[in-house]
């Protein structure tokens, strides 16, 4: 089904097919040292994320671009607006924390402790959703501060549309050259989220075709 982008790198050559491939390699390798960058910055290993759904609206809507922080030394307090991530939950959460309990181990059990003690549990609920999280957090009965990615800080309204129109244009270019069937790619659209091996799919069709670029 690739049979004309083959034809096309083998008209190329290969001395021009290894420079596309070098400067490929050179933005994917500059994006990702900005992006590391970032990260041991702001202590997050995400520190930009899209806003995917509604539930925090109307204090963000969807496709806002959010900017995060995950300060080590500093506590989560009632009304922070978190993202966290548990096991097995794929997609990271944009929720408001509605409680915060601060522990600290002892021999008998977890007791109340100051603010700077290391564990911390907190519970979070979508602006936009009438009950808390619970029955998100797999099991948990509580976020532990291992399950937050970080404190949103600010953002940009909508400017993540870019980067959902952007999936979305990939999947159906890919798709329609692939199968003919623009259809599907709408369907695969609504389901990325719920699979992230789709975006290195999308990665790979990307360099796929720079390589198959004349210009």
């Known amino acids: 089904m690739f049979a004309d982008e083959l034809k096309t790198l083998r008209r ?5 097919v290894l420079l596309q491939v070098l400067n490929f390699v050179s933005v994917l390798a500059s994006g990702l040292m900005i992006w590391k960058g970032l990260g ?12 995917l759904s509604g539930s925090m ?18 506590r989560y307090q009632t009304g922070d607006i978190t993202v966290y991530k548990v096991p097995g939950a794929d997609i990271p959460i944009v929720h408001r924390v509605l409680e915060t309990h601060d522990f600290t181990s002892s021999k008998k059990g ?51 549309y870019v980067t959902i129109a952007m999936v979305r244009r990939v999947l159906q270019h890919l798709l329609l050259r692939a199968s003919g069937a623009g259809d ?15 975006k290195y799919a999308l990665l790979g069709g990307l ?3 720079a390589l198959i670029q004349r210009e």
Not at 12 to 16: A, C, D, E, I, K
Not at 187 to 193: A, E, F, R, S, V
Request: hydrophobic share 45%.
């Open 40 to 51: 041991l910055a702001t202590n997050t290993e995400s520190p930009i994320v899209v806003v």
């Open 12 to 16: 190329l050559g290969v001395r021009h």
């Open 110 to 160: 977890a007791v109340a402790a100051a603010p700077l003690v290391q564990k911390q549990l907190l519970l979070t609920k979508g602006d936009n959703n009438h009950i808390d999280d619970i029955e998100l957090y797999q099991g948990l009965e509580w976020l532990e501060r291992k399950h937050i990615v970080g404190k949103v800080r600010g953002f940009l309204p909508y400017v993540g």
């Open 207 to 209: 360099g796929l075709l």
């Open 184 to 198: 599907w790619a709408l369907i695969l659209y609504g389901c990325q989220n719920d699979f992230p091996q789709l």
């Open 57 to 74: 609206e109307p204090a963000f809507y969807r496709g806002d671009l959010l900017f995060l922080t995950n300060p080590p030394d500093q």
